[in-house]
T-cell receptor
Framework: GENVEQHPSTLSVQEGDSAVIKCTYS??????FPWYKQELGKRPQLIID?????GEKKDQRIAVTLNKTAKHFSLHITETQPEDSAVYFC??????????FGAGTQVVVTP | GAVVSQHPSRVICKSGTSVKIECRSL??????MFWYRQFPKKSLMLMAT?????????EQGVEKDKFLINHASLTLSTLTVTSAHPEDSSFYIC????????????FGPGTRLTVT
C-alpha cells in the first residue's frame, strides 16, 4: 500500500518569508496529490492539488511541485502571513481513490 | 463546492455503549465514502471505505465488528462504534469524492467522540 512521509514536523517562519514542506510517496501508481490545511478541531481544507501528469501548479502564494521519478512533491508558501499558521497535510491517492496522509507539519508564522 | 455533513458534531458516551455517526453528502450522490480517525496532534488515518449497497472494506488493523459501517443510500453512510472504550475517543471524519473516486474529496466537519 501507499506510504506517505512528510517533513518537517514543525516549521517556524517569520512573516513574509517562504515555507516549504516536502513529502515522499511509495506507490508509483499514485496519481493525485492534494495538500490540506487543518485548523484545530476543524475539517481539512483543500488548498491545492496536483495530478501526476503535471509537474507544477501555482495558485497565488501557494505552489506545488511534483517529481514523479523521485516520488516526491512539495508545497511552497510565499510571503507567509500569520493566518497561514495551521497544520498542513500532504496526501496521495492510489488508483482506488483512497487517500493516505502524511504525518502533518505544524506551521507557525510569527509577526 | 460539494457539501458533506456529519452528525453529531460532538458526542459523549459511557464505556460499553454504542455510538452512531452519520455522514451525508448534501448536494451530490456518493457511491463511496471514506471514514478516518484522527487522534490529537496526529494525522488522519483511513479506517474503511464505505460502498453503497455492498460491504465496507476495512484497512489493516481496523476491527470490522467494532466499527460497523452501513452505506444504505447514495447520500448516507453511518459508522457505529460498538462497545465503546476510552481508547476509542477520537475525532472521526468522513469524506466523499464527487466523481468516480479519482477526484477531490470533500470532508465532513468531523465528530468528536469522548468515551468516559
Amino acid at each position: 500500500g501507499e506510504n506517505v512521509e512528510q517533513h518537517p514536523s514543525t516549521l517556524s517562519v517569520q512573516e513574509g518569508d517562504s515555507a516549504v514542506i516536502k513529502c515522499t510517496y511509495s506507490d508509483s501508481a499514485s496519481n493525485y496529490f492534494p495538500w490540506y490545511k487543518q485548523e484545530l478541531g476543524k475539517r481539512p481544507q483543500l488548498i491545492i492539488d496536483i495530478r501526476s501528469n503535471v509537474g507544477e501548479k501555482k495558485d497565488q502564494r501557494i505552489a506545488v511541485t511534483l517529481n514523479k521519478t523521485a516520488k516526491h512533491f512539495s508545497l511552497h508558501i510565499t510571503e507567509t502571513q500569520p493566518e497561514d499558521s495551521a497544520v498542513y497535510f500532504c496526501a496521495a491517492t492510489d488508483s482506488w481513490g483512497k487517500l493516505q496522509f502524511g504525518a502533518g507539519t505544524q506551521v507557525v508564522v510569527t509577526p | 463546492g460539494a457539501v458533506v455533513s456529519q452528525h453529531p458534531s460532538r458526542v459523549i458516551c459511557k464505556s460499553g455503549t454504542s455510538v452512531k455517526i452519520e455522514c451525508r453528502s448534501l448536494d451530490f450522490q456518493a457511491t463511496t465514502m471514506f471514514w478516518y480517525r484522527q487522534f490529537p496532534k496526529k494525522s488522519l488515518m483511513l479506517m474503511a471505505t464505505s460502498n453503497e449497497g455492498s460491504k465496507a472494506t476495512y484497512e489493516q488493523g481496523v476491527e470490522k465488528d467494532k466499527f460497523l459501517i452501513n452505506h444504505a443510500s447514495l447520500t448516507l453512510s453511518t459508522l457505529t462504534v460498538t462497545s465503546a472504550h476510552p481508547e476509542d475517543s477520537s475525532f472521526y471524519i468522513c469524506s466523499a469524492p464527487r466523481t468516480g473516486g479519482l477526484d477531490e474529496q470533500y470532508f465532513g466537519p468531523g465528530t468528536r467522540l469522548t468515551v468516559t
